[in-house]
């Protein structure tokens, strides 16, 4: 495809593949910018599935605007080859930038809260993403994480019980029980075939998230059926066993996120996005100790035997006061 021209794009390099499509960087002639093009690979036109989840993700990716989600331009068909036309994205794919060790988790916390909120408005728009790993999440040179790839998401509707909690459902795109995605993200109930709400998209988060912090996939094995296995069946090993510099708070976000009942994590991607902003507001777990130590400094400015405070004391209480603010 180098060099080849697809209407008014030119094909400059390739930049990846995945399952629902080889992506190439290419010119925009008429508007004289780079873009990115994902095109379906020919030996899977065939496949009338395939090509309606194609569609599928230019729909519902176009329907969101968001800056942490890639923006789509267009979406063409040319001598058979069918293709979207999407931003260009100067950046990595957070699997990248996952050191052997995981993020420093402020670090980690920066991209999660971007990850959510953009997440949160794709399951108000009723889209499920179905498909979160790090490498669907680009971070840019500036720092913005950006969600790509919603070829398996699915359109979802509020069921009639819950709309109030906006918790979606998902209208079957593929047979009943397929099983899509990528095995070692998957929630339980994805990993069975059942039928989908926004609650499986918070699991999967879980495991990105886990991966962050500690540069281990939470369920790991030789095979996926066995990581398939283990995620319904198996817990994984507390963060903080592989890390003790995780703080406990984000922990006990993450393991909620990966309970198996859907029924007991988080409920909503919104209400997530905002625990793990109150957690970025304090995200060191040393902070109580931090506290503790300032007013231990400053007992002894405050307190003399006799109850009186000379200029001594006057003077170091300014620096105490002063040590505290920096």
């Avoid at 495809?1 to 290419?26: F, N, P």
């Avoid at 095979?223 to 963060?239: D, F």
Wanted: hydrophobic residues 40%; positive net charge; proline residues 6%.
């Amino acid at each position: 495809m180098i060099g080849q021209t697809l209407d008014h794009y030119r094909i400059e390099s390739k930049l990846g593949e995945g399952g629902m499509g080889v992506v190439y960087e290419a010119r925009d002639t008429h508007l004289d910018r780079p873009v990115a093009i994902k095109i379906l690979p020919a030996d899977k036109v065939a496949d009338p599935g395939r090509k309606q989840r194609f569609v599928q993700e230019a729909k519902a990716a176009s329907a969101l605007n968001h800056p942490n989600i890639v923006t789509i331009y267009d979406i063409r068909s040319q001598d058979g080859t069918d293709f979207i036309v999407m931003e260009h994205i100067k950046g990595r794919t957070l699997d990248q930038l996952i050191a052997a060790k995981g993020m420093r988790p402020a670090r980690a916390l920066e991209y999660a809260v971007q990850i959510a909120d953009a997440m949160a408005q794709a399951h108000g728009a009723g889209i499920l993403h179905r498909d979160l790993k790090p490498s669907n999440i680009m971070v840019t040179d500036d720092g913005r994480a950006k969600l790509l790839d919603f070829g398996l998401a699915k359109l979802l509707e509020p069921t009639d019980s819950l709309a109030d909690a906006i918790t979606l459902v998902a209208r079957p795109l593929s047979k009943e029980g397929a099983v899509m995605g990528t095995a070692a993200y998957m929630s339980p109930e994805q990993a069975e075939g059942q039928k989908l709400d926004g609650r499986s998209d918070i699991f999967s988060f879980g495991s990105v998230l886990y991966e962050m912090v500690t540069g281990r996939r939470p369920f790991t094995a030789d095979s996926q059926l066995s990581i398939l296995t283990k995620i319904l069946k198996e817990e994984p090993a507390p963060p903080r066993q592989l890390d003790t510099s995780i703080p406990p708070e984000l922990e006990k976000l993450i393991l909620r996120c990966l309970r198996k009942d859907p029924a007991r994590r988080y409920q909503t991607m919104a209400d997530l996005k905002v625990a793990l902003e109150d957690l970025q507001a304090e995200p060191i777990s040393g902070l109580s100790s931090r506290r503790k130590w300032a007013w231990a400094a400053l007992v002894p400015c405050w307190w003399k035997t006799s109850g009186e405070i000379d200029h001594r004391y006057t003077e170091r209480l300014r620096s105490c006061r002063t040590r505290i603010r920096q």
